[in-house]
């Protein structure tokens, strides 16, 4: 098959892209693309489109928001529709592209039906959280291209409902995510279905010993095409760190929202409870919110998304299983509402903004407990992120490290040796026990020491105001007995 030349062609001494009709497309899907409203390919799509067309395997490295959904999509809608099936089996896909996450699928889905809605080819998406019987219906009717996330694939597989043996080209998008959430063995499992004879496409963010292990064991003499450095952060999007104690982090989300009458936000929690907890809060304060995760049945997933989508809510709270399926265009805020474990996490949930020649903003809200996160990401993206204070959120004093404690002094202790106190602890100080007892007894606060200054840092590093404590706390001792009042307990 002939491919067009690559090459950036010379205009008013510019390098200006090709257009989508110099790739070599078939008709159809050039006036698919043009009813789209896409002239200009992006260059990740510029670089892999030719390269699929000449039918070798392919790896391909690109940051999150580059089109490179499309960048294999409308290749292999060509292919098909170009050459007929090896076997016209009604139940054996030619097409299977893999991907991480329910959102990502149905994406993938939505783009092989735009492009191809003036082909005669077939394609159904199948993922878990909903009913598996009117999948298994839907694929007993034959299809073409089958996109579907790993683990109901196969399900699929083990119920005789799809068969795997006419795959005549795979695509494992997302493969560094794939491997991330655990999807190693399922990936082997399903390679073991595929015919020996296949093209094979990878496409990922980042490349780690993992990828490229798979990349060695899957991929025939790949070509490579890259458009971004590796693990780095779109350069269209626009951090900023926000230094904030944990519990003003929910207040900070809302006041910016409020402040910026931002229309579409998109947070980003560690855990489900704490995506579950942020959106009711946000609720709370007058921000439609929603919250979107694994524990959400797909239903209400869907739902989400679509709200968000469409403007109904302004804030959606996220998870990590989230970053990579939600394709929303011009996304023009995300916010790490904490920073993720995994530093190239960062780069996934910051590259839904800032998409596709866009611009973005992603801001970080950081704890002190972060910032050993917030510096494995400033190293992974090689640059620093700067710090933005908010009036009113400024960020807490850094806590000096704890002092070592000095050996307690000799009174009080457990008599030593032959259990004779030494005369001078005997004598010392015997008035002030006797006193000290006897306030006890009263229930009236012991005395200070008068070694111990007001004010002074005690000898576990922290500094205590002894007026402020007797302002601040009740005037009862820590340990005294509670005082009986006949009348009752009132006022306490």
């Not at 067309?53 to 529709?81: E, R, V, Y």
């Not at 064991?217 to 904030?244: C, G, I, K």
């Not at 709270?317 to 190239?344: H, K, M, S, Y």
């Amino acid at each position: 098959m002939n491919t067009p030349n690559t090459t950036l062609s010379q205009v008013n001494g510019q390098d200006t892209p090709l257009q989508f009709d110099q790739l070599g497309l078939a008709a159809p899907i050039l006036r698919a693309i043009q009813e789209a409203g896409y002239t200009t390919p992006t260059p990740i799509q510029a670089k892999a489109i030719p390269q699929v067309l000449n039918g070798g395997d392919l790896l391909a490295g690109a940051q999150t928001g580059t089109g490179k959904t499309a960048g294999f999509t409308l290749p292999i809608l060509h292919i098909l529709s170009q050459t007929p099936a090896s076997n016209p089996a009604k139940s054996k896909p030619r097409c299977l592209m893999l991907t991480p996450t329910r959102e990502l699928a149905a994406q993938i889905e939505e783009s092989v039906q735009t492009y191809g809605k003036y082909l005669h080819l077939k394609s159904m998406v199948v993922f878990g959280g909903v009913s598996i019987n009117p999948q298994i219906n839907r694929l007993s009717r034959g299809i073409d291209i089958l996109v579907a996330t790993p683990g109901r694939l196969l399900d699929l597989a083990n119920q005789k409902a799809v068969d795997l043996s006419g795959v005549e080209i795979l695509v494992l998008d997302e493969a560094d995510r794939m491997l991330d959430m655990g999807f190693i063995h399922d990936i082997k499992k399903i390679l073991a279905m595929l015919p020996k004879k296949r093209q094979n496409l990878l496409f990922s963010a980042t490349f780690s010993d993992e990828i490229k292990r798979l990349a060695d064991n899957l991929l025939n003499s790949p070509a490579f095409v890259e458009v971004a450095r590796r693990n780095t952060a779109s350069e269209m999007v626009t951090q900023t760190v926000h230094l904030v104690k944990q519990a003003h982090k929910s207040a900070l989300v809302s006041y910016l929202i409020k402040q910026n009458n931002w229309e579409q936000v998109l947070i980003f929690t560690r855990t489900k409870h704490g995506a579950n907890r942020l959106a009711e809060k946000l609720v709370k304060d007058g921000i439609p919110a929603a919250a979107i995760h694994g524990n959400k049945s797909q239903g209400a997933r869907t739902k989400a998304l679509a709200d968000f989508k469409n403007g109904n809510i302004p804030a959606l709270v996220a998870t990590d299983i989230a970053a990579r399926g939600l394709d929303i265009d011009q996304l023009p805020q995300v916010v790490n509402f904490e920073l993720p474990n995994v530093p190239e996490d960062y780069v996934h949930r910051i590259g839904r903004t800032g998409r596709a020649g866009s611009t973005g903003a992603a801001i970080s809200l950081v704890d002190f407990e972060e910032s050993k996160y917030l510096k494995d990401i400033e190293k992974l993206i090689k640059r620093e992120i700067p710090k933005v204070t908010v009036e009113g959120f400024e960020p807490p004093a850094k806590l000096e490290p704890e002092a070592p404690r000095p050996p307690r002094p000799a009174q009080g202790r457990r008599p030593q040796g032959n259990g004779q106190k030494p005369a001078n602890a005997r004598n010392a100080g015997q008035g002030q026990q006797k006193n000290t007892n006897q306030a006890h007894k009263q229930g009236q606060a012991k005395p200070k020491s008068q070694n111990q200054p007001q004010g002074q840092a005690m000898p576990h590093g922290r500094l205590i105001s002894e007026a402020a404590k007797h302002q601040a706390m009740p005037q009862t001792p820590l340990f005294a007995p509670k005082p009986v009042h006949r009348g009752g307990n009132r006022g306490r």
